[in-house]
């Protein structure tokens, strides 16, 4: 299996008709407001350049409204971009027919999203198999691989209870399994952990660190915590207003900040000299 | 007064295409209403064949499948046997099978366009006054070409049932399938799912309570067509009702209107015991 990454090539996302127009705006630099003035367009995403590394985890951080979730979601193609174009093992995704698309989501990329996403009307083993039946695995085969999964993530004997018999971090855990079952070589993390209760969070982000030495995934994770970000981050880009503000490890941004906005937000902390 | 010189009227060129309608498509209408016809008296042949107690028992099993209530079990039972004590049986029976004509049919058109409705924004945009217009144009408006194309019976019966009764299905497929949550069948996309495949092991069993609850509002608003359908020569409580209003015979009446509600109790406890979601029973 290549290792190539993900490249992402001037990404720029417009919600609401009339994108062309909007495009270009944002091209020649006007603000989002401005934009939003002139078009009635919103700009969700402005002109992304980013390289993500294979093997690492890399978080994306930003505030509610900074684009996280939705470049987050341009990676699997839940999200077309108005602009751009986004590689991955120098195949551009967004190329892709439907059939390959289909493939691409199965074979290579799967997602672990904030509040869970469950079926609740399938068990647990059921939900985290969805991903190995899509690609038409057996279903004893499918079954299992899933049950593997669920005793990595420590829920043997719950495989047959149903996503709301679960508490909130079992749940997540389901959620989990069901990515990692999809055996993809990359694992989109949308806020996985925001929902849950610090104590919880921070066994959740263990696991994940864990996991991440054994199986050197290509994690890709959202948050708006930058505790978070820098407990499990190889590596972050922070987003505000759908423009990319600053990539780095983390001891690079806490010891030089990009612009006031970064430098706010790692306020007090210091950087690790590892 | 209204200036005379601003009228206009669409009622010759509405007439000329219903002449024209049976002039020239009439075999076409014949046949259609041949096949449902044909369905109509199966259903119809089956419920009036079977022995009274097996039909209530099947009621009785069907009602313990869907609630699990004992009591409401033994309640359609007895509330089946005074229809029968009442001598309205056969009439229940036809009326019965009129019902479930009618449902079959609504639920093979309503549930489709409910769906179509959900995923194009430009479908639903053209339904809903459609279905508007359905709920509220009288039913003789409808009833009179209806009996020119299909003729006398229970046939145009059944279409005017459908087009009074099939609009809640449509309605409340379309929302159940909108209020299915949306990261769910983010999910299933992100992991793979064909449209097919999100449609069916998705949205449709998370959208069934509410679509049962469309189809529970099918039958009701069937049930209350049974009086003007047997206007047009439909069998069944419907035309003693009409019968006992005819002769001002107000018990008859009052018999047969209590057959009709009794009926309406059983299919709502069973379709909606049906729509709740089961699962830690």
Redesign the interface.
């Known amino acids: 299996m290549s290792m190539s990454g993900i490249q992402i090539r001037g990404v720029s996302k417009i919600f609401g008709a009339g994108a062309d127009k909007a495009i270009a705006l944002v091209e020649q630099g006007l603000s989002k407001a401005e934009i939003l003035e002139k078009t009635g367009c919103g700009v969700g995403l402005r002109n992304i350049t980013l390289d993500i590394p294979a093997g690492e985890i890399f978080v994306i951080m930003g505030l509610s409204g900074s684009g996280k979730s939705t470049l987050v979601r341009h990676l699997?193609r839940?999200i077309e971009p108005s602009a751009g174009e986004i590689f991955f093992d120098n195949t551009n995704v967004l190329t892709l027919g439907r059939k390959e698309l289909?493939?691409f989501?199965?074979?290579r990329?799967?997602?672990v999203?904030?509040?869970?996403?469950?079926?609740?009307?399938k068990t647990v083993l059921q939900n985290v198999i969805?991903?190995q039946i899509?690609?038409g695995t057996a279903r004893k085969q499918a079954e299992a691989i899933g049950m593997e999964w669920i005793a990595k993530v420590g829920l043997s004997g719950y495989e047959h209870r149903?996503p709301d018999q679960l508490s909130g971090g079992m749940k997540q855990r389901v959620g989990l399994a069901?990515a990692l079952a999809?055996d993809t070589d990359v694992i989109?993390m949308d806020e996985a952990f925001s929902a849950l209760d610090p104590l919880i969070r921070s066994d959740m982000q263990d696991q994940l660190l864990q996991l991440q030495r054994d199986l050197a995934k290509t994690i890709v994770f959202i948050t708006h915590d930058l505790d978070e970000a820098l407990r499990i981050g190889s590596r972050i880009a922070i987003l505000k207003d759908g423009e990319l503000v600053q990539v780095g490890t983390p001891n690079d941004i806490l010891a030089n900040p990009a612009n006031d906005y970064v430098a706010r937000f790692v306020q007090g902390r210091t950087a690790v000299h590892a | 007064m209204f200036p005379e010189s601003l009228n206009f009227s669409i009622r010759k060129p509405i007439n000329h295409f219903v002449d024209m309608l049976v002039t020239n498509y009439g075999s076409t209408f014949r046949a259609i209403s041949d096949a449902i016809l044909q369905v109509l008296l199966l259903i119809e042949g089956v419920l009036r064949g079977t022995p009274w107690w097996v039909v209530i028992i099947a009621f009785m099993v069907l009602a313990w499948l869907g609630t699990r209530r004992v009591v409401l079990t033994i309640g359609v039972g007895i509330m089946l046997l005074v229809v029968g004590m009442l001598g309205l049986w056969d009439q229940t029976m036809q009326t019965l099978a009129l019902m479930t004509m009618a449902t079959l049919i609504s639920v093979v058109i309503g549930i489709p366009l409910g769906i179509l409705a959900a995923k194009f924004r430009s479908v639903q945009r053209i339904i809903l006054p459609v279905l508007d217009v359905m709920q509220t144009m009288p039913s003789f408006v409808y009833l009179i070409p209806a009996l020119m194309l299909f003729g006398l019976g229970k046939v145009p019966a059944v279409l005017a049932t459908i087009i009074y009764a099939v609009p809640p299905l449509i309605r409340l497929t379309d929302l159940g399938i909108r209020q299915v949550?949306h990261?769910?069948v983010?999910?299933?996309?992100?992991?793979?799912?064909?449209p097919m495949?999100i449609l069916f092991?998705?949205e449709l069993?998370?959208a069934m309570p509410t679509i049962m609850a469309g189809l529970n509002q099918t039958i009701m608003m069937a049930l209350s067509m049974v009086v003007v359908a047997s206007m047009i020569g439909a069998r069944g409580l419907g035309e003693t009702v009409l019968n006992g209003i005819q002769t001002l015979d107000v018990g008859k009446g009052l018999e047969a209107g209590i057959g009709i509600v009794i009926l309406a109790i059983v299919l709502d406890r069973i379709t909606q015991g049906f729509g709740k979601?089961r699962?830690f029973k």
């Open positions: 699997n839940l289909r493939a989501r199965t074979n990329i799967s997602m999203f904030q509040s869970f996403a469950l079926a609740p009307h969805y991903g899509s690609r149903y069901r999809a989109l | 949550d990261e769910v983010e999910a299933s996309t992100a992991f793979g799912g064909s495949r092991g998705t069993p998370l979601p699962r």
